[in-house]
């Protein structure tokens, strides 16, 4: 778990695979930008979106409203065997009050 300063440092690096585990319309409301996003909620394609999408070799951050869904996935990653994966602690409402950059 990171706070959004270390989250924000973390995800400059262009290594960094940058998710947002929220829903379509909730990442369509605003997200951090850079970011993907695979909807933690959608049991049957988040398993298939991780293995298309994301590099288990890479580092991988994750963030959703207010820091649970991105636990949940987190956790997820780490059993499907990625081996640094890094939450955003209080999820982008945090980000937002501590007025970091969002685009819609």
Known sequence: ????????????????????????????????????NIDVKDEAAFPLAVDELLNKEKPVAVYCRSGRRSRTAAEFLIKKGFKKVYNLDKGILNWMEEGREIEK
């Open 1 to 36: 778990n990171l706070t959004s300063g270390q989250f924000q440092e973390l995800i400059k690096d262009a290594n960094v695979q940058l998710v947002d585990v929220r829903t379509i319309a909730e990442y369509g409301e605003g997200h951090i930008p850079n970011s993907l």
